[in-house]
């Protein structure tokens, strides 16, 4: 069974970041990562992250080597999806236009990122208009 991805704390959150940048590390790896972030955390702490993901099925490890090595078993497209769904419901009752339209008009974004937005609305345009129908 998967992971409910809004069960994931703040602290837990970061922790699983450093495996999607990093790919498979120790606990001294995300340790040394967090602490390169300004993030005073002890081993031990991190540690219990790890445990405590890998208990909820966000990451396995492996003792193959001299330390145990964890590796994210969950991707962040996956979930980033379900965050957003979850945002999406809770302030603007699913509906996903207002989100951007509060995004576009309160930050700012690069020319590349501008470039990406308005092939993603080109692409919408292209796309055969349904009528009344919510997208799950």
């Known amino acids: 069974m998967a992971p409910p991805e809004s069960d994931l704390s703040t602290a837990e959150l970061e922790v699983l970041k450093t495996l999607w940048d990093d790919g498979a590390s120790t606990v001294r790896?995300?340790?040394n990562r967090l602490h390169g972030r300004g993030r005073k955390i002890a081993?031990?702490?991190v540690l219990?992250?790890?445990?405590r993901l890998e208990q909820k099925g966000y990451v396995r490890s492996?003792?193959?080597g001299?330390?145990?090595?964890y590796r994210p078993r969950i991707s962040r497209e996956r979930v980033t999806r379900s965050r957003l769904q979850t945002l999406?419901?809770?302030?603007?009752?699913g509906a996903a236009a207002p989100l951007v339209l509060q995004l576009v008009r309160d930050r700012r974004f690069t020319a590349d990122e501008i470039a990406e937005l308005q092939s993603q609305i080109d692409e919408l345009e292209?796309?055969?208009r349904t009528r009344g129908k919510k997208k799950k």
Do not use: G, I, Q
């Open 66 to 69: 001299v330390a145990y090595v």
């Open 88 to 93: 999406l419901e809770e302030l603007y009752d």
């Open 48 to 51: 219990t992250f790890l445990t």
């Open 62 to 64: 492996d003792k193959s």
């Open 43 to 45: 081993y031990t702490t």
């Open 126 to 128: 292209r796309r055969p």
């Open 29 to 31: 790896d995300v340790l």
